[in-house]
């Protein structure tokens, strides 16, 4: 197992840190299109959000307000959620069952983004997503090579999506080191069904568990256990 590094990379480009933050966490917030989200140093305006499809798809475009740059990040299960139920349905799907309509959802959002940006001479240049959101995400990314995906934790996509040993190079994985979800499918010989780079991140100095709230409420609000991502401490994975 090889330390592995992040590239830095330059100021025009939106980092992996960034998009795993609005995958894990920003994107179950639920705000407003307009809203401003700061990370760090950057700053990421809503432009589009997609809640309450009644396939269950729920999501967000998002405008790196510092690089151009536009981003649709897919929400993961949300049982809170309007159709909420409906992530259930497809997380079960996506084990055996043909390609669930949640992700012919996703890509038709990713569609319909790209086609109203073109009509300012702009493109959507990532998705990104969380368990759920991130089969989401990498189901877009597979059928659409010239976007890149970075998922936190992602789910399978459907077997007939992805070609054994093909590489996807235009998507990369981070891998929570005890993520029960992928040790399941680790454990079942299934991922092959997660394309792409897999990269294992180490639990102690990576993860810091803490609980986020609303600056107006003193209860955690309820949030997937979140990554936050430190360059030195990544390590690859031979999965």
């Known amino acids: 197992m090889n330390n592995l590094t992040i590239p830095q990379l330059n100021q025009d480009t939106t980092k992996d840190q960034e998009l795993v933050q609005l995958a894990g966490l920003e994107a179950y917030l639920e705000r407003p299109q307009g809203y401003t989200i700061e990370i760090g140093s950057s700053r990421f305006e809503i432009y589009h959000t997609n809640y309450d499809h009644p396939t269950g798809l729920d999501a967000l475009t998002l405008q790196n307000v510092d690089t151009g740059e536009f981003i649709i990040t897919y929400v993961g299960t949300n049982l809170d959620a309007k159709y909420g139920i409906l992530d259930l349905y497809t997380n079960v799907k996506l084990l055996n069952g043909p390609t669930p309509p949640q992700l012919q959802a996703a890509n038709d959002y990713f569609l319909q ?14 998705v990104c997503g969380n368990s759920l959101g991130g089969a989401l995400a990498n189901s877009v990314a597979v059928k659409n090579p010239e976007v890149k995906s970075v998922t936190i934790n992602p789910a399978l996509v459907p077997y007939e999506m992805v070609v054994e040993d093909a590489e996807y190079p235009n998507i990369t994985n981070y891998i929570s080191q005890y993520d029960i979800l992928n040790l399941s499918i680790r454990a079942g010989q299934l991922d092959h069904r997660v394309p792409a ?11 810091k568990d803490r609980y986020y709230k609303h600056s107006n409420s003193t209860s955690p609000t309820k949030l997937p256990f979140f990554s936050f991502m430190d360059k030195n401490v990544i390590k690859t994975s031979t999965l």
């Open 113 to 126: 983004m790209q086609a109203e940006l073109a009509k300012s001479e702009h493109e959507i240049s990532y």
């Open 197 to 207: 780079s897999l990269l294992l991140t180490t639990p102690k100095s990576l993860i």
